[in-house]
C-alpha cells in the first residue's frame, strides 16, 4: 500500500510537472505565435523601438505633439514660437487663450484610429508636383488615416492622390471647408490663429475672416487637434538642426505623423528641377518661389534617410 501511494505520489507529482511544463511551453508558443502574427499583419510600433543613434538623437519619444487642457509651455518654448510669425502678446495671453480652446474643443484630441488589425497606418500627402501621373491613389487610400496639408486637392486628381482625407492639416490662410468627419489639424504660428480657430466655429467672436469663419460651419468641433508650438521647436532644433527659419507645414506634418501613427507612409515631397515647391494641381507661374523660410532640401535629405533607416515608406513620385 505504502509502495501504490509513493508510485501514485510520483505519478502525481510527474503528472504535475508534465502539466507545468505543457502549460509553460504552450504559453511560450501562444506568446511567440501572437507576437510573430502581430508583426507580421502590421508590425507596429516595431520600427520605433529600434534603436538607431541617428534617430534616437532626434527622435523625443515624451515630447507632447498636440495641445491638450492639461498642457503647460514652458517660457522656452514660447520665446522661440513667439518669434517665428513676429507675436507681440505674451505667454499669459497664450494661455488665456488656450483655455478658451479647449472650453469649445475636446480636452485631449482626438489621435488616429486604428484599423482592424489594431494597426494604425498614416499617409502624409504633401502638395509637391511629383504626385502627377504617380497612380498612388488607391495605395494612399489603403491607409487607415490620410492625412492632407493646406489647399491639397483630391477632385479631379484621385487616381494620382486618392478620395479619402481623415485630417487636414491647415492655418487660417490656408484653410478650407472641412465636412463632419475630416478632423481639422490647426498648426497655430500666432495667438492670433488659435482666436481664428474660436471665431470660425462660434459666431460670437468678430472675425475678420468671416469668409473661414462661415466655411467651417460643417467641421466637426469635436475633431479638432491642435499643434503644440513646443513641438514645433522641437521639430527644428531636434530634426532641422536649426536649420531655416521654421520648418515647413509639410514636413511638421510627417513628424507628426511619427509620433501619433504606427505606420507612416509619405507622399508628395520633393522640389522641381528648378527648386521651387510646386504643386500637383497648378502650373507654376512664379519660377523663383524656391522654400522660402523653409530649409527645402534639407527636410527632404531628413525623409529619404528616414525612409533608407525604415523609419516611414517615402514614395517618390515622378518630376
Ligand atoms: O505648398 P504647400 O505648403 O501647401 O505644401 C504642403 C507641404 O508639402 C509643404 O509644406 C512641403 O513640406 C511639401 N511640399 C514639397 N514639395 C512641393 C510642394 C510641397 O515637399 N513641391
Excluded at 499617409?123 to 497612380?135: C, E
Excluded at 488659435?194 to 470660425?200: S, T
Excluded at 466655429?201 to 475678420?208: A, P
Aim: glycine share 8%; charged share 20%.
Amino acid at each position: 500500500m505504502a509502495f501504490l501511494n509513493k508510485r501514485t505520489f510520483r505519478r502525481k507529482v510527474l503528472l504535475l510537472l508534465l502539466y507545468i511544463t505543457g502549460i509553460s511551453t504552450a504559453w511560450n508558443l501562444s506568446m511567440s505565435f501572437g507576437f510573430y502574427l502581430q508583426n507580421i499583419e502590421c508590425g507596429c510600433g516595431k520600427r520605433l523601438e529600434q534603436d538607431h543613434p541617428w534617430f534616437m538623437q532626434r527622435f523625443q519619444k515624451n515630447i507632447t505633439p498636440l495641445l491638450t487642457s492639461n498642457y503647460t509651455l514652458s517660457q522656452e518654448a514660447f520665446n522661440w514660437w513667439k518669434k517665428v510669425q513676429g507675436e507681440k502678446r505674451d505667454i499669459m495671453f497664450f494661455k488665456q487663450t488656450t483655455q478658451k480652446i479647449f472650453e469649445l474643443f475636446p480636452a485631449f484630441p482626438p489621435v488616429p484610429e486604428p484599423g482592424l488589425d489594431g494597426c494604425r497606418t498614416c499617409a502624409v500627402v504633401g502638395n509637391s508636383g511629383t504626385l502627377k501621373r504617380s497612380h498612388y491613389g488607391k495605395l494612399i487610400d489603403h491607409h487607415t488615416s490620410v492625412i492632407r496639408i493646406n489647399y491639397g486637392k483630391t477632385k479631379g486628381f484621385e487616381q494620382d492622390v486618392g478620395r479619402r482625407t481623415t485630417h487636414r492639416v491647415m492655418y487660417p490662410e490656408s484653410s478650407s471647408g472641412l465636412d463632419n468627419s475630416t478632423h481639422l489639424v490647426l498648426f497655430p504660428f500666432r495667438i492670433k490663429d488659435l482666436e481664428w480657430l474660436v471665431g470660425a466655429f462660434t459666431t460670437d467672436i468678430d472675425m475678420k475672416s468671416s469668409k473661414s469663419n462661415k466655411k467651417m460651419s460643417a467641421a466637426n468641433k469635436n475633431l479638432v487637434m491642435v499643434l503644440n508650438p513646443a513641438f514645433m521647436k522641437y521639430v527644428h532644433q531636434s530634426w532641422l538642426q536649426g536649420k531655416g527659419y521654421y520648418p515647413s507645414t509639410g514636413f511638421m506634418t510627417v513628424i507628426l505623423a511619427l509620433h501619433i501613427c504606427d505606420e507612416v507612409s509619405v507622399f508628395g515631397f520633393g522640389a522641381d528641377s528648378d527648386g521651387n515647391w510646386s504643386h500637383y494641381w497648378e502650373v507654376l507661374r512664379n519660377k523663383n518661389l524656391k522654400t522660402g523660410a523653409h530649409p527645402g532640401s534639407v527636410e527632404y535629405d531628413i525623409i529619404l534617410e528616414l525612409d533608407k533607416r525604415g523609419k516611414l515608406d517615402f514614395y517618390r513620385g515622378f518630376l
